[in-house]
């Protein structure tokens, strides 16, 4: 009836303490749809993990957490004077690490709570929220104003690997360096286990804190199942109608009508598939069926992607399976390739 996300247990939780001892201050990031497993799921985990502190990406995201995790909420999203930021719940306001991403944003923020525990965030070369280095001067000048003021330390985002990150973190961490900040902790974010380590070296007097989401909680992809039940199956001769759009069989097979549609976030596109222009063109070329218009799906039988037979419904889809192949029986699971992070299962399994 399901999408279904089953995990193996026992080898998820071996990854994630392998993860925790090769990244000592691991910060575990808890964010969006807690990347498939959801977030009060990923809060219990990093409890169990023993980590001191995880990560949010909203000031939204916090209630989800905050029941099922005891330690110190970090949020990615930098503290702005409006929204969600200023109607955070008092009772949450000591366990709450705020990111500081503009100058005036940590005037603001002490003059509400002068006590305020926080992240300044320097901007890097993403451009997406931060200090440049002359404000890491300023905002030195107003903690120095501010004796309750709780600066746990500096946040960089930095973009996905495409090389060295190494000689763009120095040059930032130069800047923190020479703005005489208090702190000695720094947050980063996307570094590979390597860059981390020429880091602590280089910089040893400082806490190296890895903010880590996608390679802790998805980084062992075999012990993750994904699965859709066979609802409904049905022989199709060519030229009979089917579907929310009467179109017809180009040939003769069955229809399936399998659980996981766009409420899933099962799109049109099978993510990750060999869909080259080549391979397009030599389907075509052979007088596919994608020829036809009909699409990849991400459901596989037998352990192929087969087609849409139409555009995924709300919370089904209909694949079409020309005669030939095994025809999978009502109730048999599929295996389904996803994006964890934009999928909502109906269930997840830990086993
Ligand atoms: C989402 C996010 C992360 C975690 O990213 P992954 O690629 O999932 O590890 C780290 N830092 C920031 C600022 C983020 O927004």
């Not at 500096?154 to 923190?176: F, M």
């Not at 390597?194 to 070296?201: K, V």
């Amino acid at each position: 009836m399901s999408l279904t996300l089953t995990v193996d247990g026992d080898r998820w939780r071996t990854h994630l303490c392998t993860v925790a001892e090769a990244n000592p201050g691991l910060v575990p990031v808890t964010k969006g749809n807690g990347y498939g497993f959801t977030l009060g799921r990923l809060a219990r985990k990093a409890q169990w993990l023993g980590v001191d502190t995880i990560a949010v990406g909203t000031y939204d995201e916090l209630p989800h957490v905050a029941t099922r995790f005891a330690g110190s909420l970090l949020v990615l999203t930098p503290w702005r004077p409006f929204g969600a930021a200023v109607e955070l719940d008092p009772a949450l306001a000591g366990r709450v690490i705020h990111t500081v991403g503009r100058t005036c944003d940590l005037d603001d923020l002490l003059r509400r709570r002068p006590d305020a525990r926080f992240v300044l965030e320097r901007i890097t070369s993403m451009k997406r929220h931060g200090l440049s280095a002359r404000d890491l001067w300023s905002a030195a000048t107003t903690l120095a104003a501010h004796p309750k003021a709780r600066l746990e330390g500096i946040a960089l985002h930095l973009p996905l690997a495409q090389g060295s990150h190494l000689s763009e973190v120095s040059r930032l961490l130069n800047d923190v360096v020479a703005a005489e900040l208090t702190t000695r902790t720094i947050w980063v974010s996307h570094l590979t286990p390597d860059e981390l380590g020429s880091l602590r070296s280089s910089y040893a007097d400082y806490a190296i804190r890895p903010r880590i989401g996608t390679d802790l909680w998805l980084g062992d992809r075999d012990a993750l199942r994904v699965t859709a039940t066979v609802l409904d199956v049905h022989p199709l001769e060519r030229g009979d109608a089917f579907g929310y759009r009467g179109r017809t069989a180009p040939k003769s097979g069955h229809l399936l009508v399998v659980s996981g549609g766009t409420s899933h976030g099962i799109g049109l596109e099978a993510p990750m598939g060999d869909s080259s222009m080549k391979a397009r063109a030599a389907t075509l070329a052979r007088g596919g069926l994608d020829a036809v218009g009909f699409v990849r799906s991400p459901f596989s039988i037998d352990g192929k992607q087969r087609l849409f037979a139409e555009p995924p419904h709300m919370q089904a889809s209909m694949l079409f399976l020309p005669d030939g192949p095994r025809v999978p029986e009502i109730g048999e699971q599929l295996d389904v390739r996803v994006r964890y992070t934009a999928t909502a299962f109906d269930r997840v399994i830990v086993t």
